[in-house]
């Protein structure tokens, strides 16, 4: 077993479902270089999206590539064989090969890593080609830490922060609700196999979503805390953008749609995707439908029917005087 220690080394407990949880710094073993580390994700998956968007917003492009899983099929209950690599770059539209091994299945980095991994084999998945290990493969830690990792190899004036001092205690405060409410929310009430659980879960997506909506009118926007893009709006954004698309019809969250109902999240959306670049660069609706919404869920959607809406993906039209917009709340 391996344990932390302050300069990052990988946390990974050899054999158990535990997961990597090493850092790049200066300071550690996984020293930030261009080329040296390789990121495992699948565009469907918000967790891994929240990654890639960092990986878009801090140029990271070419210090950072890529290999892209299909969005299906993901595998049975327990996850086995889990994702898989498209065997030409042409066999499905925006994932890739495993451009390191000519992998077929994801497990098979994960069991590269760690023959005894007893884990799930989920994106993302930050790669060290140097020691062939694992660096990384929990999402909430790399975007904590990824947007100023390579701060010492790229110029000076690029300085990007998502986690800034003088909002670290707001950001400390909402990133738990934001987490458990609304991005886990939605699968709480998606994946309810009873009416009761059901009931339960969904008024707790829709009190996220009336909180959401009224602190960024109070904040002003353009984003979450106001003039500052910051971590809460890459959380935030995975979940959303999914949402009138796939959890309002897959998974029930239907008492409001965020187009209609939520003026002020949706202006939020809306400038975020047309606006910042990376947004709409790092999404994809085939992959996001694709699989959550059809073909990997068949307990949920049997015959695998893709559904064509809504339309358009996002709406066109920001409104830049925040104070015209209408605050939208859901009783629940």
């Not at 300085?159 to 991005?183: C, G, H, M, R, V």
């Not at 009761?196 to 879960?201: G, I, K, L």
């Not at 960024?216 to 009138?244: C, H, K, N, V």
């Not at 949706?266 to 670049?277: E, M, T």
């Amino acid at each position: 077993m391996t344990a932390t220690t302050p300069s990052g080394s990988a946390i990974h407990q050899v054999g158990t479902t535990g997961g990597w949880h090493g850092v790049i710094s200066e300071n550690g073993p996984f020293k930030p270089a261009a080329g040296r580390y390789h990121l495992y994700i699948g565009l469907f998956c918000p967790f891994a999206h929240r990654v890639n968007l960092v990986r878009h917003l801090r140029g990271l492009t070419d210090i950072l590539p890529v290999s892209i899983v299909k969005p299906y099929p993901k595998g049975d209950a327990n996850g086995w064989p889990g994702w898989r690599f498209p065997q030409t770059d042409d066999e499905y539209e925006g994932a890739t090969v495993d451009h390191l091994y000519g992998s077929t299945f994801m497990h098979e980095i994960y069991f590269k890593a760690d023959p005894s991994y007893k884990g799930r084999y989920s994106v993302p998945v930050l790669w060290d080609k140097k020691t062939e290990t694992i660096v990384n493969n929990e999402s909430a830690e790399l975007l904590r830490w990824l947007p100023t990792a390579f701060d010492s190899i790229l110029p000076p004036d690029s300085a990007f922060n998502l986690y800034p001092k003088t909002l670290a205690p707001q950001i400390d405060e909402l990133s738990p609700w934001l987490q458990s409410d609304l991005n886990a929310g939605v699968y709480k009430a998606g994946f309810a196999d009873l009416q009761d659980s059901y009931d339960r879960a969904v008024p707790i997506v829709f009190r996220a979503l009336n909180r959401l909506e009224a602190l960024i009118s109070q904040d002003g926007g353009p984003f979450i805390l106001g003039q500052q893009l910051t971590e809460l709006d890459l959380r935030a954004y995975a979940t959303i953008i999914r949402f009138d698309a796939i959890y309002v019809q897959h998974f029930k969250c239907n008492l409001g749609i965020i187009r209609h109902d939520y003026p002020v999240i949706h202006n939020w959306l809306k400038n975020l995707y047309w606006n910042v670049r990376g947004f709409r660069e790092s999404t994809d609706f085939r992959h996001i439908k694709e699989n959550l919404d059809t073909k990997s869920h068949s307990d949920i959607n049997p015959k695998a029917i893709t559904p064509m809406g809504p339309i358009p993906n996002v709406e066109s039209g920001v409104e830049e005087d925040w104070s015209k917009l209408r605050v939208g709340h859901i009783d629940v």
